[in-house]
């Protein structure tokens, strides 16, 4: 078997430490690396937030699947599981003592600051790959169902890709709302393939989840031509936002939420979704009503709100 660990990206810290990100590369039996011009590669990165921790596990599967039915391999697969290690280890959105988002600092400069030549590093490392698949989970206030979320002006090429990884929604989402210094937008303009996809709730593992994500990059890989298993992988059909309207719950006091729904759940309009409650005064301070018939994609997952907090997401008329 031909698994390589490399390091893409190292920069000296005090302390005699150092900053270093890491890929695992699995190819195919009897391949050198030196052979590999002609085989489709497909990268799986993650840990851009440090607190997203979603996409340590469905690495481990990926990995794992991968070790034990490697004459299934017909390309290259990497797979990145910390870009932002210092978060991780943290458990840090951003980067530690930067104050910064690493997903707004790409494509990076090479002969800049060490942490805009890192995200130089990265760029470099992932283009070139036939598609890229960039793991998010939510932060610790929301949890969201497993989904793509995939600018307008790239839907006609991504979208085909995005249904065949067996999730529940993609979001087609108006240019106008997409950040350009973001590894997904930047990889997507050097006509690198990206597909940005969000599931669970921060610090935490939805395992469900997880492994219903990495049944479906094992369905794309097939469909690739990278992964040689016969047997059929029968995915979901996801809902897609195209020609939907997205509305939002917000809260209109401050307190504790309760949800009387659970999440990935069809509502109507006018139904109860929660209370925000006082649990000082005992009184329920506001019903958080859902605005419109549809599915409730993004639920929020932290009690305590405050009046504008988002509570809930969702997609209109899925009946």
Not at 117 to 146: R, T, W
Not at 163 to 184: G, M, P, Q, R, Y
Not at 272 to 289: A, F, M, S
Request: contains cysteine; proline residues 4%; aromatic residues 6%.
């Amino acid at each position: 078997m031909s698994k390589n660990i490399e390091t893409v990206s190292s920069f000296e810290l005090p302390i005699d430490e150092n900053l270093e990100i890491k890929r695992c590369r699995f190819l195919p039996e009897n391949i050198d690396e030196k052979d590999t011009k002609n085989l489709k590669r497909i990268s799986i990165v993650t840990g851009t937030h440090g607190d997203e921790l979603e996409g340590q596990l469905i690495c481990f599967n990926l990995s794992q699947i991968i070790q034990k039915n490697i004459n299934y391999l017909n390309g290259i697969v990497d797979i990145y599981p910390a870009l932002n290690p210092l978060g991780v280890d943290s458990i840090t959105r951003g980067i530690p003592d930067f104050d910064l988002d690493m997903n707004r600092i790409f494509p990076g400069k090479k002969e800049k600051s060490m942490i805009e030549a890192n995200a130089y590093n990265i760029i470099q490392s992932l283009k070139g790959s036939d598609m890229v698949i960039d793991l998010h989970a939510s932060n610790i206030f929301l949890k969201e169902i497993p989904q793509a979320r995939i600018n307008q002006d790239m839907a006609r090429y991504l979208l085909p890709h995005a249904k065949k990884l067996n999730l529940d929604f993609i979001w087609i989402h108006e240019s106008a709302t997409v950040l350009e210094s973001t590894l997904c937008h930047s990889l997507n303009t050097m006509k690198t393939p990206c597909i940005v996809v969000e599931l669970g709730v921060g610090m935490r593992l939805t395992q469900n989840y997880c492994n219903q994500l990495t049944k479906g990059i094992l369905n794309l890989m097939k469909e690739m031509g990278i992964w040689n298993d016969k047997r059929e992988y029968y995915v979901k059909e996801p809902i897609i936002s195209t020609n939907k309207q997205v509305s939002f719950c917000n809260a209109k006091a401050s307190g504790i939420f309760v949800p009387c729904i659970d999440h990935d759940r069809i509502v109507k309009k006018n139904q109860k979704i929660g209370e925000i409650v006082d649990p000082l005064q005992g009184i329920v301070k506001d019903d958080v009503i859902s605005p419109c018939d549809g599915l409730v994609f993004t639920l929020r997952e932290y009690p305590v709100v405050y009046e504008g907090s988002l509570i809930a997401r969702i997609l209109e008329e899925v009946i």
